[in-house]
Protein backbone atom coordinates (compact mmCIF):
# COMPACT_ATOMS: atom_id res chain seq x y z
CA UNK A 1 0.00 0.00 0.00
CA UNK A 2 1.03 3.35 -1.13
CA UNK A 3 1.53 5.56 1.86
CA UNK A 4 -0.54 9.16 1.24
CA UNK A 5 -0.48 11.57 3.43
CA UNK A 6 -4.22 12.30 4.25
CA UNK A 7 -4.92 14.11 7.11
CA UNK A 8 -4.19 12.53 10.12
CA UNK A 9 -7.96 12.02 11.46
CA UNK A 10 -8.83 10.17 8.46
CA UNK A 11 -5.97 7.82 8.93
CA UNK A 12 -8.34 4.35 9.21
CA UNK A 13 -11.03 5.69 8.56
CA UNK A 14 -13.85 3.89 6.25
CA UNK A 15 -16.26 5.77 4.04
CA UNK A 16 -19.80 5.78 6.16
CA UNK A 17 -22.68 3.92 4.73
CA UNK A 18 -25.11 1.28 5.29
CA UNK A 19 -24.34 -2.05 3.08
CA UNK A 20 -25.83 -1.56 -0.16
CA UNK A 21 -26.52 -5.26 -0.68
CA UNK A 22 -28.84 -7.49 -3.09
CA UNK A 23 -31.31 -8.85 -0.79
CA UNK A 24 -35.10 -9.64 -1.81
CA UNK A 25 -36.04 -7.35 1.56
CA UNK A 26 -34.08 -4.55 2.22
CA UNK A 27 -35.29 -2.69 5.19
CA UNK A 28 -31.99 -0.81 6.42
CA UNK A 29 -31.91 3.12 5.12
CA UNK A 30 -35.51 4.12 6.42
CA UNK A 31 -36.51 4.04 2.32
CA UNK A 32 -40.18 4.66 1.49
CA UNK A 33 -40.84 1.22 -0.26
CA UNK A 34 -42.89 2.63 -2.98
CA UNK A 35 -41.27 3.54 -6.25
CA UNK A 36 -43.39 6.74 -8.22
CA UNK A 37 -46.33 5.92 -10.62
CA UNK A 38 -46.18 4.87 -14.53
CA UNK A 39 -47.17 8.42 -14.66
CA UNK A 40 -44.72 10.41 -12.76
CA UNK A 41 -42.36 8.36 -14.28
CA UNK A 42 -42.90 9.36 -17.53
CA UNK A 43 -43.05 12.81 -16.62
CA UNK A 44 -39.80 13.03 -14.58
CA UNK A 45 -38.64 11.69 -18.16
CA UNK A 46 -39.93 14.21 -20.17
CA UNK A 47 -38.31 16.45 -17.91
CA UNK A 48 -35.02 15.19 -18.10
CA UNK A 49 -35.47 15.17 -21.72
CA UNK A 50 -35.99 19.04 -21.74
CA UNK A 51 -32.91 19.42 -19.49
CA UNK A 52 -31.23 17.60 -21.53
CA UNK A 53 -31.48 20.06 -24.67
CA UNK A 54 -29.37 22.43 -22.34
CA UNK A 55 -26.94 20.17 -21.09
CA UNK A 56 -24.04 22.22 -22.41
CA UNK A 57 -25.14 24.66 -19.91
CA UNK A 58 -24.58 25.36 -16.36
CA UNK A 59 -28.06 24.90 -14.24
CA UNK A 60 -29.59 27.70 -12.38
CA UNK A 61 -27.42 28.44 -9.94
CA UNK A 62 -29.52 29.41 -7.22
CA UNK A 63 -32.11 27.01 -7.72
CA UNK A 64 -34.83 29.66 -7.16
CA UNK A 65 -37.82 27.87 -9.12
CA UNK A 66 -37.53 24.65 -6.89
CA UNK A 67 -36.90 26.91 -3.61
CA UNK A 68 -40.52 28.30 -4.49
CA UNK A 69 -41.78 25.15 -4.61
CA UNK A 70 -40.27 23.93 -1.76
CA UNK A 71 -41.33 27.05 -0.50
CA UNK A 72 -44.94 26.13 -1.00
CA UNK A 73 -44.29 22.75 -0.44
CA UNK A 74 -43.79 23.56 3.32
CA UNK A 75 -46.21 26.62 3.64
CA UNK A 76 -46.13 28.91 7.17
CA UNK A 77 -45.58 31.65 4.83
CA UNK A 78 -42.51 30.85 3.91
CA UNK A 79 -40.54 32.48 0.34
CA UNK A 80 -37.84 30.84 -1.84
CA UNK A 81 -34.97 33.54 0.01
CA UNK A 82 -35.90 31.38 3.20
CA UNK A 83 -34.68 28.24 1.73
CA UNK A 84 -31.94 26.62 1.07
CA UNK A 85 -32.03 23.27 -0.95
CA UNK A 86 -28.77 21.01 -1.77
CA UNK A 87 -28.18 17.40 -2.66
CA UNK A 88 -29.33 15.62 0.27
CA UNK A 89 -29.92 16.65 3.44
CA UNK A 90 -26.53 15.76 3.99
CA UNK A 91 -24.82 18.30 1.89
CA UNK A 92 -27.29 20.88 3.90
CA UNK A 93 -26.11 20.15 7.00
CA UNK A 94 -22.17 19.96 5.35
CA UNK A 95 -23.26 23.78 4.25
CA UNK A 96 -24.22 24.71 7.98
CA UNK A 97 -21.34 23.62 9.67
CA UNK A 98 -19.25 24.96 6.82
CA UNK A 99 -20.86 28.26 7.34
CA UNK A 100 -21.39 28.54 10.97
CA UNK A 101 -19.02 26.01 12.77
CA UNK A 102 -15.00 24.62 11.46
CA UNK A 103 -11.59 25.23 13.42
CA UNK A 104 -12.05 26.76 17.13
CA UNK A 105 -15.93 26.05 16.78
CA UNK A 106 -18.27 23.26 18.16
CA UNK A 107 -21.55 21.07 17.37
CA UNK A 108 -23.26 19.87 19.83
CA UNK A 109 -26.04 17.08 19.61
CA UNK A 110 -28.26 14.52 21.88
CA UNK A 111 -27.04 10.95 21.91
CA UNK A 112 -27.81 8.41 20.19
CA UNK A 113 -28.07 10.46 16.91
CA UNK A 114 -27.52 10.14 13.36
CA UNK A 115 -24.40 8.64 12.64
CA UNK A 116 -23.26 11.33 10.41
CA UNK A 117 -23.39 14.17 12.32
CA UNK A 118 -19.59 13.25 13.62
CA UNK A 119 -18.28 12.95 10.54
CA UNK A 120 -19.71 16.57 8.84
CA UNK A 121 -17.68 17.82 12.45
CA UNK A 122 -14.34 15.82 11.25
CA UNK A 123 -14.59 17.11 7.58
CA UNK A 124 -15.32 20.90 8.99
CA UNK A 125 -12.58 20.73 11.57
CA UNK A 126 -15.19 20.90 14.33
CA UNK A 127 -15.27 20.11 17.72
CA UNK A 128 -17.99 17.33 18.01
CA UNK A 129 -19.56 16.84 21.15
CA UNK A 130 -22.27 14.91 22.63
CA UNK A 131 -25.51 14.90 25.29
CA UNK A 132 -26.84 11.93 26.46
CA UNK A 133 -30.47 10.98 26.38
CA UNK A 134 -33.01 9.74 29.17
CA UNK A 135 -33.36 6.02 29.04
CA UNK A 136 -35.87 6.68 27.05
CA UNK A 137 -34.12 8.25 24.11
CA UNK A 138 -36.28 11.57 25.16
CA UNK A 139 -34.23 14.99 25.85
CA UNK A 140 -34.38 16.46 29.10
CA UNK A 141 -35.14 20.07 28.65
CA UNK A 142 -33.27 21.37 31.75
CA UNK A 143 -30.24 19.05 31.46
CA UNK A 144 -29.88 19.96 27.64
CA UNK A 145 -30.42 23.53 28.49
CA UNK A 146 -27.65 23.59 31.00
CA UNK A 147 -25.22 21.35 28.54
CA UNK A 148 -25.88 24.39 26.13
CA UNK A 149 -24.93 26.79 28.61
CA UNK A 150 -21.61 25.58 29.55
CA UNK A 151 -20.62 23.84 26.61
CA UNK A 152 -21.47 27.26 24.17
CA UNK A 153 -21.63 25.32 21.19
CA UNK A 154 -21.87 27.22 17.78
CA UNK A 155 -24.17 24.78 16.42
CA UNK A 156 -26.76 22.66 17.88
CA UNK A 157 -28.34 20.21 16.35
CA UNK A 158 -31.52 18.53 17.43
CA UNK A 159 -33.30 15.45 15.67
CA UNK A 160 -36.94 15.47 15.67
CA UNK A 161 -38.07 12.82 14.39
CA UNK A 162 -34.92 11.15 16.15
CA UNK A 163 -33.03 8.42 13.87
CA UNK A 164 -31.92 6.01 15.10
CA UNK A 165 -34.65 6.03 18.19
CA UNK A 166 -37.56 7.70 16.31
CA UNK A 167 -38.50 10.16 18.82
CA UNK A 168 -39.95 13.42 18.43
CA UNK A 169 -38.81 16.22 19.92
CA UNK A 170 -41.50 18.55 21.74
CA UNK A 171 -41.63 22.09 20.44
CA UNK A 172 -41.39 23.12 24.45
CA UNK A 173 -37.40 21.52 24.45
CA UNK A 174 -36.71 23.54 21.46
CA UNK A 175 -38.12 26.77 22.99
CA UNK A 176 -35.76 26.06 25.97
CA UNK A 177 -32.73 25.14 23.65
CA UNK A 178 -33.12 27.99 21.69
CA UNK A 179 -33.61 30.33 24.49
CA UNK A 180 -30.38 29.05 25.94
CA UNK A 181 -27.94 28.91 22.56
CA UNK A 182 -26.00 31.61 21.60
CA UNK A 183 -25.34 29.77 18.19
CA UNK A 184 -27.45 28.20 15.83
CA UNK A 185 -29.70 25.83 16.00
CA UNK A 186 -30.74 23.04 13.46
CA UNK A 187 -33.92 21.12 14.07
CA UNK A 188 -33.51 17.92 11.23
CA UNK A 189 -37.17 16.79 10.61
CA UNK A 190 -35.75 14.36 8.13
CA UNK A 191 -38.52 11.96 9.17
CA UNK A 192 -41.28 14.50 10.18
CA UNK A 193 -44.00 13.37 7.79
CA UNK A 194 -44.21 10.13 9.56
CA UNK A 195 -44.73 12.07 12.78
CA UNK A 196 -47.92 11.18 14.67
CA UNK A 197 -50.85 13.40 13.68
CA UNK A 198 -50.86 16.44 16.22
CA UNK A 199 -46.97 16.82 16.32
CA UNK A 200 -45.90 19.80 15.70
CA UNK A 201 -42.96 21.08 13.39
CA UNK A 202 -40.09 23.40 14.44
CA UNK A 203 -41.24 25.41 11.03
CA UNK A 204 -43.71 27.14 13.80
CA UNK A 205 -40.91 28.84 15.82
CA UNK A 206 -39.29 30.33 12.56
CA UNK A 207 -40.85 33.38 13.43
CA UNK A 208 -39.54 33.99 16.74
CA UNK A 209 -35.96 32.36 16.44
CA UNK A 210 -33.64 34.34 14.29
CA UNK A 211 -30.72 32.13 14.51
CA UNK A 212 -33.17 28.57 14.20
CA UNK A 213 -33.38 26.97 11.18
CA UNK A 214 -35.32 23.57 10.41
CA UNK A 215 -33.92 21.15 7.78
CA UNK A 216 -36.21 18.97 5.70
CA UNK A 217 -35.25 15.47 3.08
CA UNK A 218 -37.77 14.49 0.39
CA UNK A 219 -35.34 11.34 0.49
CA UNK A 220 -37.49 9.19 3.08
CA UNK A 221 -41.98 10.28 3.01
CA UNK A 222 -41.54 11.65 -0.08
CA UNK A 223 -40.00 8.62 -1.58
CA UNK A 224 -37.09 10.48 -3.91
CA UNK A 225 -34.02 9.19 -1.88
CA UNK A 226 -32.38 8.45 -5.55
CA UNK A 227 -33.46 12.21 -6.27
CA UNK A 228 -31.52 13.61 -3.76
CA UNK A 229 -32.86 16.64 -2.75
CA UNK A 230 -32.57 18.03 0.66
CA UNK A 231 -33.86 21.77 1.96
CA UNK A 232 -33.78 23.75 5.04
CA UNK A 233 -36.03 26.83 6.03
CA UNK A 234 -34.56 29.78 8.10
CA UNK A 235 -33.97 33.21 7.73
CA UNK A 236 -32.65 35.25 4.36
CA UNK A 237 -29.59 35.76 6.33
CA UNK A 238 -29.10 32.30 7.64
CA UNK A 239 -29.29 31.14 3.77
CA UNK A 240 -27.43 33.53 2.41
CA UNK A 241 -24.61 32.13 4.61
CA UNK A 242 -25.25 28.77 3.16
CA UNK A 243 -24.44 30.24 -0.55
CA UNK A 244 -21.60 31.19 0.12
CA UNK A 245 -20.05 27.84 1.29
CA UNK A 246 -21.54 25.98 -1.50
CA UNK A 247 -20.05 24.92 -4.53
CA UNK A 248 -21.10 26.94 -7.55
CA UNK A 249 -23.57 25.11 -9.61
CA UNK A 250 -23.90 22.53 -6.84
CA UNK A 251 -27.91 21.15 -8.00
CA UNK A 252 -27.37 19.85 -11.45
CA UNK A 253 -30.50 20.92 -14.06
CA UNK A 254 -31.52 17.29 -14.06
CA UNK A 255 -31.81 16.97 -10.03
CA UNK A 256 -33.74 20.32 -10.55
CA UNK A 257 -35.94 19.79 -12.84
CA UNK A 258 -37.10 16.13 -11.78
CA UNK A 259 -37.27 17.36 -8.12
CA UNK A 260 -40.06 19.90 -9.32
CA UNK A 261 -42.23 17.37 -11.13
CA UNK A 262 -41.80 15.24 -7.51
CA UNK A 263 -43.10 18.47 -5.68
CA UNK A 264 -45.77 18.61 -8.69
CA UNK A 265 -47.05 15.38 -7.40
CA UNK A 266 -46.70 15.73 -3.77
CA UNK A 267 -49.77 14.52 -3.15
CA UNK A 268 -49.49 11.24 -5.04
CA UNK A 269 -45.19 10.91 -3.87
CA UNK A 270 -46.40 11.15 -0.23
CA UNK A 271 -49.40 8.83 -0.85
CA UNK A 272 -48.04 5.96 1.11
CA UNK A 273 -47.15 7.70 4.28
CA UNK A 274 -50.35 6.78 6.14
CA UNK A 275 -49.92 3.28 5.58
CA UNK A 276 -45.78 3.34 6.34
CA UNK A 277 -47.02 5.11 9.45
CA UNK A 278 -49.35 2.14 10.36
CA UNK A 279 -46.99 -0.55 8.87
CA UNK A 280 -44.58 1.26 12.11
CA UNK A 281 -47.63 0.66 14.65
CA UNK A 282 -48.09 -2.62 13.91
CA UNK A 283 -44.59 -3.88 13.72
CA UNK A 284 -43.51 -1.88 17.16
CA UNK A 285 -46.97 -3.59 18.49
CA UNK A 286 -45.47 -7.27 16.94
CA UNK A 287 -42.45 -6.83 18.68
CA UNK A 288 -43.69 -5.94 21.84
CA UNK A 289 -45.86 -9.01 21.76
CA UNK A 290 -43.07 -11.15 20.78
CA UNK A 291 -41.47 -9.99 23.99
CA UNK A 292 -39.14 -7.42 22.35
CA UNK A 293 -38.17 -3.93 23.97
CA UNK A 294 -39.49 -1.08 21.55
CA UNK A 295 -38.92 2.76 20.64
CA UNK A 296 -41.63 4.98 20.58
CA UNK A 297 -41.19 5.84 17.03
CA UNK A 298 -42.32 9.06 15.21
CA UNK A 299 -40.76 7.84 12.33
CA UNK A 300 -40.43 5.38 9.56
CA UNK A 301 -38.63 3.01 11.29
CA UNK A 302 -38.58 1.11 14.56
CA UNK A 303 -35.65 0.54 17.08
CA UNK A 304 -36.24 -2.76 18.93
CA UNK A 305 -33.97 -5.46 20.92
CA UNK A 306 -32.12 -5.99 23.21
CA UNK A 307 -29.96 -8.64 22.06
CA UNK A 308 -26.52 -10.05 24.25
CA UNK A 309 -25.12 -10.31 20.70
CA UNK A 310 -27.27 -7.84 18.13
CA UNK A 311 -24.63 -9.05 15.55
CA UNK A 312 -25.60 -12.75 15.32
CA UNK A 313 -28.91 -11.40 15.13
CA UNK A 314 -28.91 -9.09 12.10
CA UNK A 315 -26.21 -12.08 10.28
CA UNK A 316 -29.28 -14.04 10.96
CA UNK A 317 -31.75 -12.34 9.27
CA UNK A 318 -29.78 -10.96 6.44
CA UNK A 319 -28.96 -14.96 5.83
CA UNK A 320 -32.69 -15.04 5.53
CA UNK A 321 -32.88 -12.32 2.67
CA UNK A 322 -33.73 -9.50 5.01
CA UNK A 323 -31.61 -6.73 5.82
CA UNK A 324 -32.14 -4.66 8.69
CA UNK A 325 -29.63 -1.69 10.48
CA UNK A 326 -27.18 -2.62 12.82
CA UNK A 327 -26.81 0.81 14.34
CA UNK A 328 -27.98 2.68 17.79
CA UNK A 329 -26.82 1.58 21.49
CA UNK A 330 -25.24 -1.59 21.24
CA UNK A 331 -27.96 -4.37 21.65
CA UNK A 332 -30.60 -2.62 19.62
CA UNK A 333 -31.49 -2.67 15.45
CA UNK A 334 -33.38 -0.63 13.47
CA UNK A 335 -36.16 -1.77 10.61
CA UNK A 336 -37.70 0.49 8.05
CA UNK A 337 -41.62 0.04 7.97
CA UNK A 338 -42.46 -1.32 4.03
CA UNK A 339 -44.51 -2.98 2.43
CA UNK A 340 -47.04 -5.53 3.41
CA UNK A 341 -45.14 -8.57 1.90
CA UNK A 342 -41.86 -6.83 3.51
CA UNK A 343 -43.26 -6.98 7.10
CA UNK A 344 -44.83 -10.79 6.74
CA UNK A 345 -40.56 -11.96 5.48
CA UNK A 346 -39.24 -9.57 8.08
CA UNK A 347 -41.81 -11.31 10.91
CA UNK A 348 -41.28 -14.67 9.61
CA UNK A 349 -37.39 -14.42 9.58
CA UNK A 350 -37.14 -12.85 13.26
CA UNK A 351 -39.51 -15.62 14.46
CA UNK A 352 -37.06 -17.97 12.77
CA UNK A 353 -34.00 -16.54 14.45
CA UNK A 354 -35.82 -15.77 17.84
CA UNK A 355 -37.36 -19.74 18.23
CA UNK A 356 -33.49 -20.40 17.41
CA UNK A 357 -31.61 -18.15 19.78
CA UNK A 358 -34.25 -18.45 22.74
CA UNK A 359 -31.76 -17.41 25.05
CA UNK A 360 -30.07 -14.69 23.31
CA UNK A 361 -32.80 -11.86 24.37
CA UNK A 362 -32.41 -9.80 27.74
C1 LIG B 1 -31.81 12.24 10.66
C2 LIG B 1 -31.36 12.25 9.25
N1 LIG B 1 -31.00 13.40 8.71
C3 LIG B 1 -30.57 13.46 7.45
C4 LIG B 1 -30.49 12.34 6.67
C5 LIG B 1 -29.93 12.47 5.28
O1 LIG B 1 -30.84 12.28 4.30
P1 LIG B 1 -30.57 12.73 2.80
O2 LIG B 1 -29.15 13.18 2.66
O3 LIG B 1 -30.90 11.55 1.98
O4 LIG B 1 -31.50 13.88 2.58
C6 LIG B 1 -30.86 11.11 7.18
C7 LIG B 1 -30.76 9.88 6.36
O5 LIG B 1 -30.88 8.78 6.78
C8 LIG B 1 -31.30 11.07 8.51
O6 LIG B 1 -31.64 9.90 9.08
Not at 7 to 26: F, I, K, N, S, T
Not at 172 to 177: D, L, Q
Not at 301 to 309: Q, S
Amino acid sequence: MIELPVRPELVGEVPYGAPQLDVPVCLNVNENPYPPSEAVIAEMAAAVSRAARSMNRYPERDALALRNDLAHYLGHGLTADRIWAANGSNEVMLHVLQAFAGPDRSVLSFAPTYSMYPEYARNTHSRWITFPRRDDFTIDPEAAVAAVREQRPDVVLITSPNNPTGTAVGLETIIAICEAALGVVVVDEAYYEFARTGTPSALELLPQFPRLAVSRTMSKAFAFAGGRLGYLAATPEFVDALRIVRLPYHLSSITQAVARVALAHAGEMLAAVDQLRSARDDLARWLVDHGLEVADSDANFVLFGRFVDRHVVWQALLDQGVLIRETGPDGWLRVSAGTPDEMSAFKAALLDVLARREDDHE
